[in-house]
């Protein structure tokens, strides 16, 4: 399921105020998509261009929830000092996005938030770059990517040099290559939060166990064995319940696994390609 969202256009508001548009649509999403339904557990946002600059200082920032992924398609404003420093001076469209003052070049980059994050609690994400200044646009989506996996996040690069910064928004849906590469992508997006699911039950499997096998411990020196026949029957339980739990979330990832393969549609997507400023995905 696809939803496509918007936001107001520099210079109706700045991308403090875009940003505040999209998560207002995330959370719209996650709070009513199941009327139409989706699941609010699976969203996914991608953007091209300015809307790829804007889901990645989103999930940089952490304001839009748990997401299961985050597509961002070919965009240089990742680094906007280090863009700056490698084009020498910024563009028209740039310079009235980010003005000319640095210390907005920093907040609104979304490597900032990147590096002076904490580890770990950051989305998959998948990071496209097109062929126009191909050079340039390699070295910041590599520098990007080098920075979330320090970060403990997963990271998926595409390198689209056969496309351009418009065809390669285009391709969702009618290159081959393109969607393959993100329908792969969304599959192991929704794979990793079933699995952390069954990582969950398997913790609390694991406490109850644990649980059960200190209450034998203390039964067994202040009663003895002996004279408390129900400590052992607790023990037995315990490990009867601590499999089943395994078991039964082996089966839940299995069926997951199924039903997300069978609802991701495997044929081309031209819908995709018609808005993709700021999707949302779920």
Known sequence: ???????????????????????????WVRNNISRYGGDKRKIVIMGHSAGSHLVALIAAKRLGGKLSGVISNDVQAYDMVAYGGMRGSLPYVYAAAFGSNPKNWIKWSPVTYI?????????????????????????LANGFGADLRAKGA?????????????????????????TRSVERFL?????????????NVKLVANRLLTYAVIKY???????????????????????????????AGKWFV??????????????SHPELARNSKGLCLT
């Open 187 to 199: 599959r192991k997006a929704y794979r990793l939060n079933i699995l952390h699911k069954r990582q």
């Open 217 to 247: 411990s203390m039964w067994e020196s202040v009663y003895g064995l002996h004279r408390n026949r129900n400590c052992m029957a607790i023990a037995a339980y315990a490990v009867v319940i601590y499999n089943g739990l395994v078991k």
């Open 115 to 139: 590096r002076k994050g904490p580890r770990g609690g950051l989305p998959p994400h998948m990071i496209m770059y097109s062929g126009s200044n191909y050079a340039r646009r390699k070295v």
């Open 254 to 267: 299995k069926l997951e696994w199924y039903r997300c393969a069978t609802q991701t549609p495997r044929r």
């Open 154 to 178: 997963r990271v998926t690069l595409f390198d689209g040099r056969r496309y351009t910064h418009g065809s390669i928004a285009r391709g969702i849906g009618t290159s081959a290559e393109v």
């Open 1 to 27: 399921m696809l939803v496509s969202v918007d936001y107001k256009p520099v210079p109706r508001t700045n991308i403090d105020g875009q940003v505040r548009d999209i998560v207002r649509s995330i959370n």
